[in-house]
């Protein structure tokens, strides 16, 4: 080949873009979810954010993350808007995912959502609490017979700083939220984890985080296999956020 014409090929292959392997756009939500993860900055972070990437690394695949506001998310993954949604549930909304083939992944970690009381209220009877505050986006699973019947009115909140505040001012009588996330939440507003207490007499929902997909089966067993295979990392990067290997409160569930 002429000099000049091995030039011209050289230039070319050196501006060519690189393969990054196979791309993926994942939903995520937009919201303060620590010790879970957080997208309310527009960046995806923390534990799920690791253990995602550090998947995608090992399995040479490009995840993309699309922080959305979480009502938007299901309905995004049926419409095919993004490849995969973390984290999910199959209990979650349940009409909208009837006659729906979704594929998700094995339990990646344990959640337990409660009823959030002043301490003074513990122990109180159900019949006591008639107004119930959640953030936007979020379904209290666990009060819903008790919500549809009237008995129980719900009251949204922008954000868990509100929803506290709502509580702790009498406003409201308790909150739903994830137990964890709460004592997170309440460290960051007030300076100690225990400003609203989870009363386990009241409704409560426990269950798993999932990665779900409706297009992309081979890569969920894919990452199946991996959670398998990499236990003691999962493990890790549990213990570095500060998450149980079982719900926070397993104890007091017993």
Do not use: C
């Not at 690189?18 to 995520?28: I, M, P």
């Amino acid at each position: 080949m002429p000099v000049r014409l091995l030039l011209v090929w050289l230039a070319l292959v050196a501006a060519a873009p690189v393969s990054a392997g196979e791309r993926y756009a994942v939903g995520v939500e937009n919201i303060d979810y620590r010790p879970y993860q957080a997208g309310h900055t527009g960046v995806f972070e923390g534990f799920g954010r690791e253990l995602l990437d550090a998947f995608a690394t090992e399995a040479g695949i490009v995840f993309e993350y699309r922080p959305l506001p979480p009502p938007r998310l299901l309905a995004s993954l049926l419409q095919d808007r993004i490849d995969f949604k973390y984290p999910d549930d199959p209990g979650w909304a349940p009409e909208a995912r009837a006659g729906q083939v979704i594929h998700y992944s094995r339990p990646i970690v344990a959640y337990l959502d409660g009823t959030l009381v002043r301490p003074e209220r513990l122990g109180q009877p159900v019949s006591m609490l008639r107004v119930l505050g959640t953030v936007v986006g979020f379904t209290p699973l666990a009060w819903r017979a008790a919500i549809e019947s009237g008995a129980v009115s719900l009251r949204e909140n922008a954000d868990f700083g509100a929803l506290f505040q709502q509580v702790l001012s009498g406003r409201i009588d308790g909150a739903y939220a994830n137990v964890a996330v709460a004592r997170d939440q309440s460290q960051r507003l007030f300076g100690h984890p225990d400003a609203l207490v989870f009363d386990h007499r009241l409704p409560f929902a426990r269950g798993d985080y999932r990665l779900s997909t409706r297009r992309h089966p081979q890569v969920i067993a894919r990452f199946d296999r991996w959670l398998l295979d990499r236990a003691d990392r999962v493990s890790e990067l549990k213990r570095r956020a500060g998450l149980s290997e079982t719900d926070p409160d397993h104890d007091a569930l017993d």
